[in-house]
């Protein structure tokens, strides 16, 4: 939805924010977008409902052995502020820039646009930093009283200006699946392939598993990415 001007949707109809979104050409996700400003502007604005802060998440038990199951790539839990609230060896694995540094907190989009780190970690780290923007942008859509999303906006608004002048656009997307290239610092170059759906028994949190194309270079990286994490893990036991 980028660059357009959208109409007041105060009690706008299903009907008409239907016949608006074809009009507009939107694709699922600006749709849904608009459905969600809709329903935030109906009697329920931010303006007379104060933020409210989302409580403190934690993974079941039967959550975590899905996740240690996955052992051929990482595997990881996040929420639409991009934390990332539980993982598999090989997540934290790959994710070691962006968890190395305490002030990113396990948040994808606070490293990209923050830690010097992710210039290296991200190959194309424009596209990084359009899909983390537009994520963020959804889930305002999608929940414009989480006091915690608003924290995280307003602090990269005033620490970055790219972050500033992206978030700006008002790009949205789903970002169920695709491919991402990253830069590991223990293995290299891989390109690995992502699905991610939401979770059905907790709303607003997307499973995401990664994987590599089978008999590839980026599989080979995988593996090796599992020998290095192996060892890691077994030096710090021993500590």
């Not at 906006?153 to 656009?169: A, H, Y």
Request: aromatic share 4%.
């Amino acid at each position: 939805m980028a660059g357009r001007k959208l109409p007041a949707l105060q009690a706008t109809s299903p009907a008409v924010l239907e016949a608006l979104a074809r009009t507009l050409r939107l694709d699922e996700a600006e749709r849904a977008h608009l459905l969600n400003l809709a329903h935030a502007a109906d009697g329920s604005n931010v303006l007379t409902r104060p933020p409210r802060r989302t409580p403190q998440w934690k993974a079941h038990r039967s959550l975590q052995w899905v996740l240690d199951a996955v052992t051929a790539g990482p595997a990881f839990v996040r929420n639409g502020r991009m934390d990332v609230l539980a993982t598999n060896r090989l997540a934290r694995a790959l994710y070691d820039d962006v968890c190395a540094t305490p002030h990113n907190q396990a948040n994808p989009a606070r490293f990209n646009f923050l830690d010097p780190a992710s210039r290296r970690f991200h190959p194309d780290r424009d596209t990084a930093a359009d899909i983390a923007v537009s994520i963020l942008r959804t889930e305002a859509g999608r929940n414009p009283h989480d006091k915690d999303l608003h924290d995280l906006v307003g602090e990269l608004c005033t620490r970055s200006d790219d972050f500033r002048t992206r978030w700006g656009v008002h790009n949205v997307r789903h970002h169920g699946t695709g491919s991402k290239l990253f830069h590991h610092h223990a293995v290299g170059d891989l390109t690995l392939a992502h699905e991610g759906p939401e979770m059905t028994a907790e709303p607003g949190l997307t499973l995401t598993v990664q994987t590599a194309e089978p008999g590839s270079h980026s599989e080979e990286c995988l593996r090796l990415l599992a020998t290095w994490a192996a060892t890691r893990d077994a030096v710090a036991a021993e500590k």
